[in-house]
């Protein structure tokens, strides 16, 4: 059975860290690029960080430059987001998503607030 299962989530104040973190299994996680999406009340699903299957390269959305970091871990079928300088506008679901070729798959989504 194919799962991607995120983690991680909490409430924050603007300024703060979280790491997410998503693990996969039932496939071969270490074949697949992995992104992370987040999504807020009310707005479109938007990529936020990619990483290609070796952690070779890596891509960022311009908002999330300089304070997110994604990694991957293949021995541990695990793929990381450490967000830092937390803002009130990072506030949404985060969602991994494993994609090859013309397969994806989606974890269910971790919540993420940043408010005061």
């Known amino acids: 059975q194919v799962q991607l299962v995120e983690s991680g989530g909490d409430t924050v104040q603007p300024g703060g860290s979280l790491r997410l973190s998503c693990v996969a299994s039932?496939?071969?996680?270490?074949?697949?690029?992995v992104s992370w999406y987040r999504q807020a009340p009310g707005k479109e699903r938007v990529l936020v960080a990619t990483?290609?299957?070796?952690?070779?390269?890596?891509n960022y959305a311009d908002s999330v430059k300089g304070r997110f970091t994604i990694s991957r871990d293949n021995a541990k079928n695990t793929v990381y987001l450490q967000m830092n300088s937390l803002k009130p506008e990072d506030t949404a679901v985060y969602y991994c998503?494993?994609?090859?070729?013309?397969?994806?798959?989606w974890g269910q989504g971790t919540q993420v607030t940043v408010s005061t």
């Open positions: 990483i290609a299957r070796d952690g070779g390269s890596i």
């Open positions: 998503k494993a994609g090859r070729i013309l397969t994806a798959y």
């Open positions: 039932g496939f071969t996680f270490s074949i697949y690029t």
